[in-house]
């Protein structure tokens, strides 16, 4: 099987897109990622879920966990004000990493490859600079783990 026939329609946003609606959009849709592409719509990284958690927490308390304990639920009712005003952009890692990209005639061993190394949950297909569609990590098991 290839990647192109395992693909699947996947909602992607562009680099400037508000940060709000793309954690709404993980959210609503229970996604574990989003690709990013830019203005083109070339895919240009995947933002996990855990990216945007990981946002919305103190970087004191990443350090330091214990102190997740002293904090009141009100640090969670501000999630949308921690997120209001800023672009997808600003979500993502500093330092540029590697697009988990597959191209359409990969294998499934060659997809989950790309999955295992980068530990991203979904990778882009592409056919040249054409994004085809999204395999996530379930859909990669689901697929491997079905008798053919």
């Known amino acids: 099987m290839h ?3 395992m693909a699947e329609e996947f909602p992607v946003v562009d680099l400037d897109s508000a940060a ?3 954690a ?4 609503e849709h ?3 990622g989003i690709v990013v592409t830019d203005r083109s719509g070339c895919p240009q990284s995947v933002l996990p879920a855990s990216q945007v958690v ?3 927490v103190p970087s ?3 350090d330091d966990p214990s102190l997740a304990g002293v904090l009141d639920e009100s640090m969670a009712d501000s999630v949308a004000g921690k997120l209001g005003g800023k672009k997808v952009r600003s979500l993502l890692p500093g330092e540029p990493t590697e697009l988990p990209r597959v191209n ?3 294998t499934i061993i060659e997809v989950a490859a790309v999955m295992a190394r980068l530990r991203c949950p979904l990778v882009a297909v592409m056919e040249g600079k054409t994004l085809l569609g999204v395999i996530s990590a379930s859909r990669l098991l689901q697929l491997a783990l ?3």
């Open 3 to 5: 990647a192109s026939e």
């Open 146 to 148: 079905t008798p053919r």
């Open 30 to 32: 229970r996604l574990p």
């Open 24 to 27: 709404r959009l993980l959210a």
């Open 60 to 62: 004191y308390v990443q």
């Open 54 to 56: 990981r946002f919305l």
């Open 20 to 22: 709000l609606d793309a």
């Open 104 to 106: 359409a005639d990969d």
